[in-house]
């Protein structure tokens, strides 16, 4: 079972950048997708973007798209989210999460706080 460690989170100013960074806890080898979700007060848990670990495929919600990047590096045990130009409805608790097969995202991080201040 692969756990997950976010970090990177804080408060910056609109128009600034943040890194989140999701740590796993043994080889990815074998996972299908990792993603970033996101959840605001008061709103219901969104999906942000994925990536395939075959492949390296990515995708976005609508809201992101050319402003946030996610990718992962070689060895394949970190998953990073860039995220530019940043809006103060980007303000969200920022979740990782991992899945072994098209199925739902089962594992989870504890999250990670960003606030963009206007």
């Known amino acids: 079972q692969v756990q997950l460690v976010e970090s990177g989170g804080g408060l910056v100013q609109a128009g600034g950048s943040l890194r989140l960074s999701c740590a796993a806890s043994?080889?990815?080898?074998?996972?299908?997708?990792t993603g970033w979700f996101r959840q605001a007060p008061g709103k219901e848990r969104e999906f942000v973007a994925h990536?395939?670990?075959?492949?390296?495929?990515?995708d976005y919600v609508d809201s992101v798209k050319g402003r946030f990047t996610i990718s992962r590096d070689n060895a394949g045990n970190t998953m990073y989210l860039q995220m530019n130009s940043l809006k103060p409805e980007d303000t969200a608790d920022y979740y990782c999460?991992?899945?072994?097969?098209?199925?739902?995202?089962?594992?989870w991080g504890q999250g990670t706080q960003v606030t963009v201040s206007s």
């Open positions: 999460a991992a899945r072994y097969s098209a199925s739902g995202w089962k594992y």
């Open positions: 990536i395939a670990w075959s492949t390296g495929s990515t």
């Open positions: 043994e080889n990815t080898g074998n996972i299908y997708q």
